[in-house]
């Protein structure tokens, strides 16, 4: 079956923190270009970063949103065959629940979720004093 779990999500104060990772099963995730999203509530899903899969064309590109430049950052274990999503500086408006998604073309958007394949159940991430 193919899955992807994200976890790591939880409660941090301003200016802390976190890890989220998104494990695949049932396919290799290297061969995919992993996005991250998140939705607030009562906002719109955004994308916040992706990286492409070093096999395509786009080879390993990453790509960021604006407002986590410098604080997010992406990776690729591909022995584990998961993905992290390192978040520092944490704002409250960075509150939200988190999605990872893989597209089976290797290539990665943070404009657009339509080109993704499979997506995660997501992860809460509250970022609160």
């Known amino acids: 079956q193919v899955q992807l779990v994200e976890s790591g999500g939880g409660l941090v104060q301003p200016g802390g923190s976190l890890r989220l990772s998104c494990a695949a099963s049932g396919f290799t995730l290297d061969y995919y270009g992993i996005g991250w999203f998140r939705q607030a509530p009562g906002k719109e899903r955004e994308g916040v970063l992706c990286?492409?899969?070093?096999?395509?064309?786009?080879?390993?590109?990453?790509y960021y949103a604006d407002s986590v430049k410098g604080r997010f950052t992406i990776s690729r274990d591909n022995a584990k065959n998961t993905v992290y999503l390192q978040m520092n500086s944490l704002k409250p408006e960075d509150t939200a629940v988190y999605y990872c998604a893989a597209d089976a073309s290797g290539l990665c958007t943070v404009i657009s979720s339509d080109p993704y394949d499979y997506w995660g159940q997501g992860t809460q991430v509250t970022v609160s004093s």
């Open positions: 990286i492409s899969s070093s096999i395509s064309s786009s080879d390993g590109k990453t």
